[in-house]
């Protein structure tokens, strides 16, 4: 569900962007040329995004597993 909120909002990001260039006089083509222009280099902007969502291992979990495979090695 989260997932969906986020893409209808890029979506809401890139249709008013396309808008407000046909507004400045663009063409329909050179307005979304120009938006998509706008988001960035798509390569630079998951490597960012990589960094501030990097996912931390859960070591509690870790922990919990390795106790219960260790009791049943020895059982």
């Known amino acids: 569900m989260r997932q969906q909120g986020r893409f209808s909002l890029s979506q809401k990001y890139f249709v008013d962007a396309v808008e407000e260039h046909e507004k400045e006089g663009f063409t329909r083509e050179e307005a979304i040329d120009m938006a998509i222009k706008q988001m960035g280099d798509p390569l630079e902007v998951g ?29």
């Not at 490597?47 to 059982?75: D, G, M, Q, T």
């Open 47 to 75: 490597r960012e995004l990589n960094k501030v969502h990097k996912s931390k291992p859960e070591w509690s979990i870790f922990a919990l597993r390795s106790y219960c495979h260790s009791l049943f090695i020895f059982l």
